[in-house]
């Protein structure tokens, strides 16, 4: 069965530093993978999308993640963290001619001052 | 494009009272998604149709929900004889027909069953 995990449900960086957040998947097939951001009460919005281009992929707001087959990785980073930054980080798979999009649990990160 | 609209955002209801949301996706998005979102829980897939079919439904659906997209446009999600266990955000979402391609969330409805 598909699967993605989040490593880290808290994650807490300084203004100004890198942001890293984990994301690995399960997979015998090249999967699409997904970022979303979701803000307090508030639905999810997509960051980047891997679909079988481009391993190093950018987003939008300064994120990018890279996609690696053999760490079974899609790990999202941002060279410097902003106060705007904080909400919950969603990692996502979609397997080709499978019809869903399978969400890990989830990663929340704050951002000190 | 006014985006996935999803009505009411909000509902409290008694416990063994029917609910319904409502979701409009994107137009001309063939496809639409349920998903279901409890606190500190990413979203859990619950169903999807594509146009007007019905094409998979999760275990987490049981018979008290159902869902319809009757003519392939707006979806309904029905929850008959809610219980506290169903309160959670109902996330309904739209895409193109193509794998891989964006899926956009609506703002999501909130059920508080009390």
């Known amino acids: 069965a598909q699967s993605v995990t989040q490593l880290g449900s808290h994650v807490s960086v300084s203004e100004g530093a890198l942001v890293l957040l984990r994301c690995n998947y399960s997979?015998?097939?090249?999967?699409?993978l997904f970022w979303y951001v979701q803000y307090p009460n508030q639905g999810l919005q997509l960051l980047l999308k891997?679909?079988?281009?481009?391993?190093l992929v950018k987003g939008i707001n300064g994120f990018e993640a890279e996609f690696k087959k053999s760490e079974t990785s899609f790990h999202l980073t941002k060279p410097s963290a902003h106060m705007s930054d904080a909400a919950e980080y969603f990692c996502a798979v979609e397997y080709p001619n499978n019809n869903d999009m399978r969400f890990g649990a989830g990663t929340r990160l704050t951002v000190k001052p | 494009d006014t985006g996935v609209s999803q009505n009411p955002r909000h509902k409290i209801t008694k416990r063994g009272q029917n609910v319904t949301f409502r979701c409009d996706p994107i137009?001309?998005?063939?496809?639409l998604y349920w998903y279901r979102q409890t606190l500190g829980q990413g979203p859990e897939f619950l169903t999807y149709f594509q146009n007007e079919a019905q094409l998979e439904k999760s275990r987490l659906l049981s018979d008290r929900f159902s869902a319809e997209r009757p003519k392939g446009s707006f979806s309904t999600l029905e929850i008959q004889r809610t219980e506290q266990g169903d309160s959670a955000m109902y996330l309904c979402?739209?895409?193109?027909?193509?794998?891989?391609?964006?899926?956009?969330f609506g703002e999501g409805s909130w059920l508080t069953v009390v």
């Open positions: 891997y679909t079988s281009a481009a391993t």
């Open positions: 137009s001309e998005h063939n496809r």
């Open positions: 997979s015998s097939v090249p999967p699409y």
């Open positions: 979402a739209s895409s193109s027909w193509t794998g891989g391609d964006t899926i956009y």
